[in-house]
Structures are given as structure tokens and as C-alpha cells.
């Protein structure tokens, strides 16, 4: 066997000295690398949080834009129920009349020729009218009723 001085001097050793330039090297890759990852994955952490920060804005506005589409759309059926309500009054207020106007010519002279006063017109008339003018087929529904 061989002693000491021939294993140290020998091509079968290596020192781990001849390695520390590798190995500074592979150290400093791997500190670059995951510095760069670290401040990669930060810029997209940023530019992630611009990104939902912008998305959560929209939303806001598309959900206050549906309000007032929701405002709207029940001003709009008010108005249209105002507005029909409004017809309908008009209609039977228009029927009545016609049917006031009918009835004064019809009974435009007494039985006995002599002409009739606008005075004569009672409640009773008021009464005849507005039961001509339900009859027409105008009939007013109550609001949260049925109509009788």
C-alpha cells in the first residue's frame, strides 16, 4: 500500500478548492434568478391589483348604471299607469257628457211642449249619465282592485 504524500499527490483526489469558482457561480445564478422571479412575480402582483382595482370600478358603474335603469323603468310604468288612469277619466268624463247631451235633446220638451230648463237636470240625470257612461264599456279599475 501507499502511504500519505502519494495519495495526496495522486490524479485521484479532487480539492474542493478547484470547485469554489463553480460553485460561487451556481450560487450567484440561483440568487439572480430568484431575485429576478421575486420582482417579476411583485410587478405582476401590481399590475394584478391596477387590474381588479379598474374591474371593481366598472362594476360599480354598471351596477349604479342598472339602477337607474331599474329608476327609470318604474317612473316609466307610474307615469304609463297615471297615464291610462288619466285616459280612463277622460273617457268616462267624454261619455257622460255625450250621454247628458243625448238625454237633454231627447227630453228637450215636456210632455206638455214646453221646453226644459238646464235647472231641471237633477242627480237623478247625474245618476242616468254616469250609468250610460259605465255602460259604454268604459269601466275604471280601482288601483289594487277588480273591476265589479
Do not use: N
Not at 127 to 148: M, Q, T, V, Y
Amino acid at each position: 500500500m501507499e502511504t500519505g504524500p502519494e495519495l495526496k499527490g495522486g490524479t485521484g483526489m479532487i480539492a474542493i478548492k478547484d470547485f469554489a469558482p463553480l460553485i460561487a457561480v451556481l450560487v450567484a445564478l440561483c440568487g439572480g434568478w430568484w431575485a429576478w422571479r421575486t420582482s417579476y412575480l411583485k410587478a405582476l402582483s401590481e399590475r394584478v391589483a391596477v387590474l381588479e382595482a379598474r374591474d371593481e370600478a366598472r362594476s360599480h358603474e354598471v351596477g349604479a348604471a342598472q339602477l337607474r335603469v331599474a329608476e327609470l323603468t318604474a317612473e316609466l310604468t307610474l307615469e304609463r299607469d297615471r297615464r291610462h288612469t288619466a285616459e280612463g277619466e277622460a273617457s268616462k268624463w267624454q261619455a257622460r257628457w255625450h250621454a247628458r247631451r243625448t238625454r237633454q235633446r231627447h227630453d228637450s220638451l215636456h210632455p206638455g211642449g214646453a221646453p226644459a230648463s238646464l235647472e231641471e237636470d237633477t242627480s237623478d240625470g247625474d245618476a242616468l249619465d254616469d250609468h250610460e257612461a259605465d255602460s259604454s264599456g268604459l269601466h275604471r279599475i280601482p288601483p289594487g282592485g277588480h273591476a265589479k
